[in-house]
């Protein structure tokens, strides 16, 4: 399988799956649609929505890690996992070479040809460096890429998948912006969409629980457990909106010291 030379930043693959909660469902499908967009023409295309902190990352790192650990996809799929905040893509042509960057292909060559022409050798040392494969590109901040790209740029790439039905996308956004919701967008109905849900109190425990065994501190998994636990992760689930990140956040100081008043530190922590 040709991957992309991003490393997902964070947690290694291990320590991904065993703090992975409440979503196993939706992982297991995702992961079995790119299969299926690896190993048939049917290619599919997901947008995770959810506000930041929610734990789109940590989704699309597992889904990755998944897809690149299956065997069967050796000679089927390409991934391309472009980093978190892709600032420069202010066009189709910085799509391109991003993403040819992520497979080691040189670009320098593009430098000294105008726009159009850089875009057509760079779109055809792309499909030619896939060799029959399925193109996987995972962008996170679609919304800040689509506005950097304009209306143009985001045409020139939906006609791009649209006529060459090699690529296959997994997106996240903290929210639909009007590059994906206006019918007059070019993305308008291009993505399955799916809303990413809060954690409940028992999913939070449950994440605490797994931070905690993870780092062998059995009893911060016991303290959660406990009633007095249990009654702290409900007063941040209740100030947090069951925020994922927060959560690691409240671990970490109940690691330090699970006795303190914690609700206003994390807080504090998080308007910083």
Not at 46 to 60: A, D, Q
Not at 119 to 129: G, N, P, Q, V
Request: proline content about 4%.
């Amino acid at each position: 399988m040709i991957h992309s030379t991003f490393s997902p930043a964070g947690m290694p693959p291990e320590l991904l799956e065993k703090t992975f909660v409440q979503r196993e469902r939706l992982a297991e499908r995702l992961t079995q649609l790119f299969v299926e967009s690896a190993l048939t023409d049917s290619k599919h295309h997901v947008l995770l929505v959810g506000p930041r902190g929610i734990g789109k990352s940590h989704l699309v790192s597992l889904i990755y890690h998944r897809l690149h650990d299956k065997l069967e996809l050796e000679d089927k799929l390409a991934i391309a996992y472009l980093r978190e905040d892709e600032w420069g893509i202010t066009s189709f042509l910085d799509l391109l070479l991003r993403i040819l960057r992520e497979f080691n292909i040189q670009t320098r060559q593009l430098q000294s040809l105008t726009i159009e022409a850089a875009e057509e050798r760079a779109w055809t040392a792309l499909r030619e460096s896939m060799q029959g494969k399925t193109l996987l590109v995972i962008l996170e901040n679609l919304e800040i890429v689509l506005r950097s790209m304009g209306e143009e740029g985001q045409r020139k790439w939906r006609a791009c998948v649209q006529n060459n039905p090699i690529w296959s996308l997994l997106a996240t956004s903290p929210s639909l912006s009007e590059d994906i919701s206006d019918h007059a967008s070019p993305f308008y109905g291009f993505f399955e969409i799916q809303t990413l849900e809060a954690l409940s109190v028992p999913d939070a425990v449950t994440l605490v629980e797994r931070l905690a065994e993870s780092q062998g501190r059995r009893d911060i998994a016991e303290y959660v457990r406990s009633p007095a636990g249990r009654a702290r992760v409900r007063a941040v689930q209740h100030l947090a909106n069951g925020n994922h990140r927060v959560f690691v956040i409240f671990y970490e100081f109940l690691a330090h010291d699970k006795e303190a008043d914690l609700v206003e530190p994390v807080l504090r922590t998080i308007d910083a």
